[in-house]
């Protein structure tokens, strides 16, 4: 059973920092692309950014480059998303997902972690 | 960027209706267009990759078609466990979502 556990999440101060970790589970983690997506209280599904395989080439959305790194360890079956100067409008749960194979997009989410940004 | 806008944003519908969402993107994206499922408090979950295939284990009632800038997700029978928000994506990178359409009873 594919399994994608979220931790990391939290109450911050804006220009603060926060690490998220995802551990995988169920699969061949080192042959999947995967991303993190989020969703602001009460507000629809924005991507955030996604790590492939092989050359692991990174992207990220606008909203975060600069300020957000995304990084895996395939040894520890593990996702990371590096969070800095974060701002207000960062607070959201955060979903690790995994990206299909071939045709497929995102087919696996983890159950998220919360980031909260307030003074 | 792609700019993905659904419609509409509310459905109020009934069990056993037949409902369709709308979904069109600013630029042709062939049909690289997918459908997911979100229920209050929980992650969403993959419905339809490439415009129409359906993902293992979603029932047959959900169908999509389009493709280019216009793509439609319909429910042919609604059943009380598809009452939920949905969204469509576009996945050439960058990948964008819709802005959801909620579902409700009537």
């Known amino acids: 059973e594919v399994q994608l556990v979220e931790s990391g999440g939290g109450l911050v101060e804006p220009g603060g920092s926060l690490r998220l970790s995802c551990v995988a589970s169920?699969?061949?983690?080192?042959?999947?692309?995967m991303n993190w997506v989020r969703q602001a209280p009460g507000k629809g599904l924005e991507w955030v950014s996604t790590i492939v395989t092989g050359d692991n080439a990174l992207y990220y959305d606008d909203s975060v480059r600069g300020r957000f790194t995304i990084s895996r360890d395939n040894a520890k079956d593990s996702l990371y998303l590096q969070m800095n100067s974060l701002r207000a409008d960062d607070t959201a749960v955060y979903y690790c997902?995994?990206?299909?194979?071939?045709?497929?997009?995102?087919?696996?989410w983890g159950q998220g972690t919360v980031v909260t940004v307030s003074p | 960027d792609i700019q993905m806008t659904q419609s509409p944003s509310t459905l109020s519908a009934s069990v056993g209706d037949r409902v369709s969402i709308a979904c069109r993107a600013s630029?042709?994206?062939?049909?690289?267009l997918a459908w997911y499922q979100q229920k209050p408090g929980k992650a969403p979950k993959l419905l339809i990759y490439?415009?129409?295939i359906l993902e293992n284990g979603v029932p047959s009632r959900f169908s999509g078609s389009g493709s280019g800038t216009e793509f439609t997700l319909t429910i042919s029978s609604l059943q009380p466990e598809d009452f939920a928000t949905y969204y469509c994506q576009q996945y050439n990178n960058p990948w964008t979502f819709g802005q959801g359409t909620k579902v409700e009873i009537k």
């Open positions: 630029h042709s994206i062939s049909s690289w």
């Open positions: 169920g699969f061949h983690f080192s042959t999947y692309a």
């Open positions: 997902v995994r990206y299909g194979h071939g045709d497929v997009p995102f087919d696996y």
């Open positions: 490439k415009a129409s």
